[in-house]
């Protein structure tokens, strides 16, 4: 669903991305870990054309999003193509970025409607399902700021999934919660991994990427330091990096 081969990343002097590379199969959660600032929110920014790569080669669904030549020049697909391709991927922030002035249920009918063209009614029976299946039915006319923040995060869920994407792209969602509220998002991820969404998902929680996750990434300084399955990379680190990221959580 995914292949990114040697991203390469820089914010002016700073090296941010440093040949990065991520594969995804159809299905596939992958966990992303790594401490603060070792270029995890870039990556998925750079998946979804939130930001721009300068070296390496994107692929969603097999098509290129970005290739780089034997010159090292970037080629990246006309707009209106990535528009399309990006529109595949949903992506739930840290810190919900719900429409404020709209309701719930607004929330979820606003991009199907403006991005896809469908009618309100069109899209109505999908919004109200999917608020059944994150819990928040009874909360469709609210406006965000009357909710909790694992509300607004379930309704964020609910949001992406309402444009149907093919991959859904996490960064720490449960970060700016309360520790009492992480469960029922974490709960609302993992009925979705359940069904076999593909899913990358940045995380500080690594209970739920040793549970649910069936491959984790541990990033450092921008780059990739080791992969895994969860058994591996918990129970057997290969390298010091890692083992020293995973004994300062304990
Ligand atoms: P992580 O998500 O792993 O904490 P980020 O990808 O957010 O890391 O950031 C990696 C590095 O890039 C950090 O040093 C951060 O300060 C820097 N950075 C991120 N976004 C920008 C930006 N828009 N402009 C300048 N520096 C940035
Ligand atoms: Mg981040």
Do not use: W
């Given at each position: 669903?995914?292949?990114?081969?040697?991203?390469?990343?820089?914010?002016?002097?700073?090296a941010?991305?440093?040949?990065?590379?991520?594969?995804?199969?159809?299905?596939?959660?992958?966990?992303?870990?790594g401490?603060?600032?070792?270029?995890?929110?870039?990556?998925?920014?750079?998946?979804?054309?939130?930001?721009?790569?300068?070296?390496?080669?994107?692929?969603?669904?097999?098509?290129?999003?970005?290739?780089?030549?034997?010159?090292?020049?970037?080629?990246?697909?006309?707009?209106?193509?990535?528009r399309?391709?990006?529109?595949?991927?949903?992506?739930?922030?840290?810190?919900?970025?719900?429409?404020?002035?709209?309701?719930?249920?607004?929330?979820?009918?606003?991009?199907?409607?403006?991005?896809?063209?469908?009618?309100?009614?069109?899209?109505?029976?999908?919004a109200?399902?999917?608020?059944?299946?994150?819990?928040?039915?009874?909360?469709?006319?609210?406006?965000?700021?009357?909710?909790?923040?694992?509300?607004?995060?379930?309704?964020?869920?609910?949001?992406?999934?309402?444009?149907?994407?093919?991959?859904?792209?996490?960064?720490?969602?449960?970060?700016?919660l309360?520790?009492?509220?992480?469960?029922?998002?974490?709960?609302?991820?993992?009925a979705l991994?359940?069904?076999?969404?593909?899913?990358?998902?940045?995380?500080?929680?690594?209970?739920?990427?040793?549970?649910?996750?069936?491959?984790?990434?541990?990033?450092?300084?921008?780059?990739?330091?080791?992969?895994?399955?969860?058994?591996?990379?918990?129970?057997?680190?290969?390298?010091?990096?890692t083992?020293?990221?995973?004994?300062?959580?304990?």
């Amino acid at each position: 669903m995914i292949r990114a081969i040697d991203l390469h990343k820089r914010f002016g002097e700073l090296a941010v991305l440093r040949g990065v590379s991520l594969e995804v199969a159809r299905g596939e959660v992958v966990a992303v870990i790594g401490p603060s600032g070792s270029g995890k929110s870039t990556l998925l920014r750079c998946l979804i054309h939130l930001e721009t790569i300068e070296r390496g080669a994107i692929e969603i669904e097999g098509r290129p999003l970005v290739s780089t030549d034997a010159h090292g020049h970037c080629h990246y697909l006309p707009e209106a193509e990535i528009r399309q391709l990006c529109g595949r991927m949903g992506m739930v922030f840290q810190h919900f970025n719900l429409f404020p002035h709209l309701t719930v249920l607004q929330n979820l009918i606003e991009a199907p409607v403006t991005v896809k063209g469908l009618s309100r009614d069109a899209v109505l029976p999908l919004a109200e399902e999917l608020l059944r299946k994150v819990g928040l039915f009874d909360k469709r006319d609210n406006y965000p700021s009357r909710l909790s923040g694992g509300q607004k995060q379930r309704v964020a869920i609910a949001r992406a999934l309402a444009m149907q994407p093919d991959i859904l792209l996490f960064d720490e969602p449960t970060s700016a919660l309360d520790p009492e509220l992480t469960g029922e998002v974490l709960r609302t991820m993992r009925a979705l991994a359940e069904e076999h969404m593909t899913m990358v998902v940045v995380t500080h929680e690594m209970g739920f990427a040793r549970e649910v996750a069936s491959r984790v990434v541990f990033m450092d300084g921008g780059q990739v330091v080791e992969a895994g399955t969860p058994q591996q990379l918990f129970g057997a680190p290969q390298q010091p990096r890692t083992r020293a990221f995973l004994t300062q959580l304990l």
